[in-house]
């Protein structure tokens, strides 16, 4: 099965090259011509299009019947994480990496059978990052997760260790989402917001987690969330109880996992935020040898010069930095500002684009970051697509060792989207089409 697609802007390595033709045949990428081949059993006219490769999400969680998150939580139901395929394979995104870390590799192998998405799994089976679970959650986990290790995950197909440390398991945005808020309802049954939670938090703790109560900005907040009456103490008790057990372990978990990375030469991939930032610091500057990235650099929980700062010394040892989408362009139900953004995108060289979560999955898309950074003049669109695409195969060197570029004898993941990015037209996955004028086909899903 041969399929031309002619006539498009196609983005081949440093280059964007104006109206050529990209033949498909076998799986694999042909040829890259201005002048298309006169044979082919399909031709796809891309006139006034962009094709580009298929994009490599390499921070993704919910995308398996695995536990979620590195709070090893119950999995998503089987619509869940088939839903959440369909919206990355709709966005044009060919394959993720599952950063859920608890996940066994036979979970992620089930998802990556039943979509034409190319699931990939990391592993975070550690013992302390385990133990930061199950004190936050865990109620995802079994046998099979408990008893396995990163390196039996490791030989079973893993391709990273990650995501060590994560909002629910150090104290932020899932412990403001859901146990905080969790835990004052069982013991006043008054329902608080993300945002309330986060402020009794941070009266408690400090945002940084290692500051100490401030009992008159506490007094305000319990005000503030409805729980006028409700004693300082008891709830500074049950920040305290939600918040630091699982963080304690997930601080060990971060060097256990970055320890193995460098035993087993597999990239570990960190949850940088305003709580991890000292302790990365200090991992990064030990030089233990391993690659090492930081995801989400511009992670909210920082004041945006404290992100860049982080950053900045964090790629001096040798890190690479990754950046997330959140639902910072277009939903803003959780990240309400592009300052961080703006900023990393302007003062560091960043080297990795990714999405996370966002709430409830509902993340703004890959392409969409692709297609801002060219908008707002933060970089070329051959580097933009880079950082979601080539930058990230290179990376992580198992996730995608075959994708990631458009140039002959590579995987067929292809995508076909308008002139600004903004609506993704045509996907191929080994030169299967499984994206049709914006439509699943019937061969996305198995
Ligand atoms: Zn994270």
Known sequence: ????????????????????????????????????????DVRLDAAGCVVLPGLINCHTHGVTPGPLFPSGAAALPEDGWLGNLDRHLLAGTTTVLNLCGLATMDEVRTADRAHAVKVKGATTHTPAA??????????????????????????????????????????GGGQDLQYIPA???????????????????????????????????LKEALAAAGLAGFS????????????LPSFHAALDGLREGVEAAAKYGVPALVHSAAASGKPLLELARKQLGASVIATHSNHPSYSPGEAVETALALQSEGWLLECCTF????????????????????????DLLATDYGYLGQHDPLLSGV???????????????????????????????????????????????????????????????????????LAARR
Do not use: C, Y
Not at 199 to 211: F, I, N
Not at 232 to 243: C, F, G, H, M, P
């Open 183 to 217: 835990a004052i309802h069982r013991e006043t049954g008054v329902t608080i917001s993300a945002e309330q939670a986060r402020t009794l938090k941070e009266a408690v703790l400090g945002p940084r987690l290692d500051g100490d109560l401030d009992e008159p900005s």
């Open 371 to 441: 297609a801002d950074l060219v908008a707002s003049g933060h970089r070329s669109l051959p580097a933009a697509v880079a950082l979601a695409s080539a930058n990230v195969a290179d990376a992580i060197p198992g996730l995608a060792p075959n994708s990631g570029r458009l140039r002959p004898g590579m995987a067929a993941d292809v995508v076909v989207a308008s002139e600004d990015l903004r609506e993704v037209r045509h996907v191929f996955v080994d030169g299967i089409q499984v994206v049709r004028d914006g439509q699943l086909t």
């Open 130 to 171: 385990m133990a930061a679970a199950q004190a936050a959650d865990g109620a995802g986990l079994t046998e099979a997760h408990l008893t396995t290790s990163v390196e039996k995950q490791l030989a079973d197909g893993a391709v990273a260790i990650g995501e060590l440390g994560g909002g629910q398991t150090m104290g």
């Open 232 to 243: 300082a103490q008891t709830a500074a008790k049950l920040v305290r109880e939600s918040v």
């Open 1 to 40: 099965m041969r399929t031309v697609i002619t006539g498009g802007t196609v983005i081949a390595g440093p280059d964007a090259l104006a109206a050529t033709a990209v033949t498909l045949d076998g799986g694999h990428i042909h040829t890259i011509d201005p002048r298309p081949p006169e044979d082919a």
């Open 327 to 350: 639902d910072l362009l277009h939903r803003q139900h959780t990240v309400r500002t592009r300052e961080h953004w703006d900023r990393m995108f302007a003062e560091t060289a960043v």
